[in-house]
């Protein structure tokens, strides 16, 4: 046999050892019960924990479990024992039985029909009663390992929230791309003015000169539909083989191509609109050359206002409305109204200033004047701000809900692993503690941390010393405190002195009347089921010094209280002085300050202390009034209330079962988004603070340790050693968010903001492309009446940069007001655990600022350059080619 080594060495077992399996039987009973053939196996070799389950499917069953004190108790439970198939041999056939397990293998191309065939073939597992050779073959029902069917509605539903969840990115980009096409078809129809005017003249009828109008962009569009259909394909096939999984089938839904003729019909409607604009020009104005602003049409303003109020009405909603679990069409539309309303917005500010700029700037520069005379009588100039607008609003949306998506996922993967590796601890609360204090005792690379499901709110416990070092602790948790804060909030006035050693001393001068010896009971903290007392006592009247020898403390002890009062710490009627005057350990005093010493009580007892002073010695009055109390003292400088922080979920109720008896009562000294394994629904405690001076049930906890990234492999085999396994890591959690459906299609958020930018600089380039040969008439204009050419051209950039900032700025103010307001409803993940940290709806200063940098970089680099174009050209020669 092979035998878990924390078992031999417990048992005090060697290789080659007979071991014994079962107790002998009492004489009264001998005979009587059922035992197994074999009773005693000899020891072969012993065996360690693994640490994953690359070779054990189940790694943590090869570990034992300490005895743990109840309610409710929890007895020792040895490690199984390895054996070969040949041991069998002495058992009957049904006194055993194999269990087989096989790991899930879904193949890349698995579909619903081969889906629902596994449903079917794990249905008849239980109904499975068939006679082999040797025994009976049963089955396992499907719920008992494997719910197929659960998996498959969560599936479903994690597919469907995902198409809904990037509708709005999808939508906004389509609209987009609607504006910029609309723009740059209404910039190449301004250059064909000049064609359709000449073909009025000539009496071509409306329908023939709407077919003129139609046929250049509709050619554009057709020829480049299979251009676009073909890049979508390859960046499908590029994106599946990047971020999928390997051999996955790529099929084409129909709905893909339904989208496309939408999009297409949507693309000759915009072509449609925008030669309308040109045709149903009066004859005047297509001869006249350059556009003035004009009084807007009355169904042009009455459109307008509609879109404002409907705007208004949706951001109102969505503001009042109550958090959903999944997005509604007020999610879809409200990016893009939002958008289309800051850029009409735009576009009105950005003229009226320049009208009001160009009144008042006389004595003013003169590229200030014409710069801002130029937007406020150029109505070509203006027109781009709305689809600029829509474009940076746009990607300001979409690069937000990525980043708070990615944000999300790392908080929710650090809930469940918060360190590099989390360890799953067999040990118990302070088993582990001390183990990690001994096997990294400055405290860099290992941390206790455990939890408990209570009624109402999760319980997590940590070892706060070490919190900052080992742990991962996401800014989102705690938003304006650093990991330090949390620290400092989580401590007490004090710490609990260790006594390494095996012989303790007391000095102590007594000047206690009391009814019985007076004596003093020192607490040592809890091993495993087993409270560690030592009694001192009684001592006489007058300076007396007692010992006593220590056990089980050569490592260490936590003296965590004492207890002065009758025999075994029992309470008795007392008056007068006690002073304590050192507490030695083989000889080295443990010094009382700083060790938080303060009073305290029990239920069924009272403090006799009247007065305590701290210093060198530690000095008592008693003054129990005539009735039988005891003079109990805790150290660490903690009270009755235990410091603790709160997560945002945890509900009043729940603190009322945090009242002194099976745990201490709190001292709640704050909120928190998110803390590890409880997230918002629990509250977060130090371990020192539950453990100090009270019992302490740890079956109900569920202990890990905690292991920061670069730890010596030596740590990680004593680990194994001591029957820990590991039982998750942050980079696998990550990784296992971020291949859901959710984090999948949130990506296309990222794709959606770089795109929609790109096409803002391409139909940025085509428009000013369309308008150079104007600009360059103007310039040319300037320069003939002695204009300096660094007037013009700074008028020139000074017109660009105006109108580019007035985009740019409405785009982000209406990108971070959408994203602001719809991540409050939008779903980020599918987590059903309670413990799942919120979705933080909250702008980030430098995420915007980069976005900003950026929008200023490239507008800038576009004015400039735009500026540069017209003004190199401009010459008096334009001017005469103009004249012909």
């Known amino acids: 046999m092979l035998m878990f080594g924390v078992d031999a060495d417990r048992a005090g077992a060697e290789v080659g050892d007979r071991v014994r399996l079962l107790a002998p039987e009492p004489p009264a009973i001998a005979g009587q019960l059922p035992r197994p053939p074999i009773d005693t196996v000899r020891l ?84 499975l009663d068939e006679a082999v050779d040797g025994g009976t073959l049963t089955g396992v029902a499907e719920g008992d390992l494997n719910d197929l069917t659960a998996i498959e509605e969560e599936v479903r539903a994690q597919e469907g929230t995902a198409r809904r969840t990037i509708a709005p990115a999808l939508l906004s980009l389509v609209l987009v791309a609607f504006a910029l096409l609309l723009r740059l078809l209404m910039a190449a129809s301004e250059l064909r ?46 994106l599946t083989r990047a971020w999928l999984v390997p051999g996955l089938p790529l099929a084409v839904p129909a709905v893909s191509w339904v989208a496309v003729a939408l999009v297409l019909a949507g693309a000759v409607a915009v072509a449609c609109v925008a030669v309308g604009l040109v045709v149903r020009r009066s004859l005047s104005a297509q001869l006249s050359g350059v556009r003035r602003p004009h009084r807007s049409h009355r169904w042009a303003l009455v459109a307008q206002l509609v879109l404002v109020a409907l705007a208004l009405t949706v951001l109102a909603s969505r503001i009042a409305g109550g958090r ?52 406020s009588r150029r109505q070509e100039g203006t027109l781009v701000i709305l689809p600029i607008t829509a474009a940076v609003a746009v990607a300001v949306f979409s690069a937000g809900v990525h980043d708070s998506a990615a944000t999300w996922r790392a908080s929710v993967a650090a809930t469940v692993s918060p360190a590099h590796t989390t360890w799953h601890s067999p040990l118990g609360l302070t088993g582990t503690v001390a183990m990690t204090r001994q096997l990294d005792p400055e405290g860099e690379w290992l941390m206790t941390a455990a939890s408990a499901a209570l009624p109402g709110a999760g319980l997590a416990v940590v070892d706060r010393d ?17 990991v330090e804060d949390v620290v400092d909030a989580l401590g007490a006035d004090g710490h609990v002195p260790s006594v390494a050693g095996r012989r303790v001393s007391v000095t102590l001068d007594n000047q206690v009347a009391t009814s019985t010896g ?5 607490r040592l903290g809890q091993q495993g089921s087993r409270l560690r007392r030592l009694y001192l006592g009684p001592f006489e009247s007058g300076t007396s010094t007692l010992s006593a020898r220590l056990r089980d403390c050569d490592d260490g002890c936590p003296l965590e209280g004492m207890t002065l009062g009758g025999s075994a710490g029992t309470a008795a009627v007392m008056a007068g002085r006690a002073r304590i005057l050192a507490l030695e350990v083989d000889g080295r005093r443990i010094p009382f300050e700083g060790a938080g010493w303060s009073s305290s009580s029990t239920d069924s007892s009272r403090s006799a202390i009247a007065d305590m ?93 905690l292991m920061r990234e670069g730890a010596p492999a030596a740590m990680r085999e004593a680990l194994a050693d001591a029957g820990l396994t590991v039982e998750t890591t942050l980079a696998a ?36 492309a369309v308008q150079l040969p104007a600009r360059r008439r103007d310039a040319a204009a300037l320069r003939v009446v002695g204009v300096p050419r660094r007037a013009v051209m700074a008028a020139v950039a000074r017109e660009f940069a105006s109108v580019l900032g007035a985009a740019a700025a409405a785009g982000i103010a209406a990108g971070a007001l959408a994203q602001w307001v719809v991540l409050r409803s939008l779903t980020l993940g599918h987590v059903e655990a309670l413990s799942s940290p919120r979705v933080v709806a909250a702008i980030s200063p430098s995420r915007l600022m980069a976005l900003g940098v950026i929008a200023v970089v490239a507008l800038g680099l576009a004015a400039y350059v735009s500026a540069l174009l017209a003004v190199r050209g401009a010459r008096g020669a334009t001017l005469r080619e103009n004249a012909r």
């Open 733 to 768: 959690e990550r990784r296992l968010l971020d291949q859901s459906a959710y984090a999948l299609a949130l990506r296309l958020y990222g794709l959606v903001a770089v795109l929609v930018l790109l096409m803002a600089l391409a139909g940025l380039a085509v428009s000013t």
């Open 44 to 127: 072969v070799g012993t065996y360690a924990t693994p640490a994953d389950d690359r070779h054990w499917f189940q790694p943590g069953t090869l570990s034992s479990g300490p005895e743990r004190p109840g309610p409710p108790f929890v007895p020792y439970r040895p490690a199984p024992l390895v054996t070969g198939v040949s041991t069998f041999e002495a058992f009957p056939p049904g006194d055993w039985w194999v269990r087989i397990e096989t790991r899930l293998d879904v193949p890349a191309d698995l579909g619903a029909d081969d889906l629902q065939a596994a449903r079917a073939a794990a249905a008849t597992l239980a109904d």
């Open 324 to 375: 959903q679990a999944e997005p509604d069409a007020t999610d879809l539309v409200l990016p893009v109204l939002l958008a289309v309303v800051a850029g009409l917005g735009a576009t009105r500010v950005a003229a009226w200033l320049a009208a009001w700029w160009t009144r008042r700037s006389r004595g003013r520069s003169l590229s200030g004047f014409v710069s801002s005379r130029a937007v």
């Open 518 to 522: 007076l004596t003093l009971e020192l």
């Open 193 to 238: 003015v000049p064609e359709l005017a000449l073909a009025s003249l000539r009496g071509v009828g409306t329908r023939r000169l709407w077919a003129l109008g139609l046929a250049e962009p509709l050619v554009v569009l057709t020829l480049a539909a299979p251009f676009g259909v073909a890049l979508g394909l390859v960046a499908r096939a590029v």
């Open 613 to 705: 002073q701290v210093g060198e010695s530690l000095d008592l009055t008693f003054d129990t009034g005539g009735q039988p109390a005891m003079a109990r003292l805790t150290s660490g400088g903690f009270t009755a209330k235990r410091p603790a922080l709160r997560g945002l979920d945890v509900v009043d109720d729940a603190l009322l079962q945090f009242d002194g008896s099976a745990y201490p009562a709190l001292d709640v000294r704050g909120r928190l988004d998110g803390m590890p394994f409880a997230g918002p629904a629990g509250l977060l405690v130090d371990h020192t603070a539950l453990l100090t001076d009270r019992p302490v049930y740890e079956s109900v906890l569920d202990t890990r340790v």
């Open 466 to 482: 070490r919190l900052a070092s080992v742990a991962a602790w996401p800014p989102t948790w705690s938003p304006g405190r650093s």
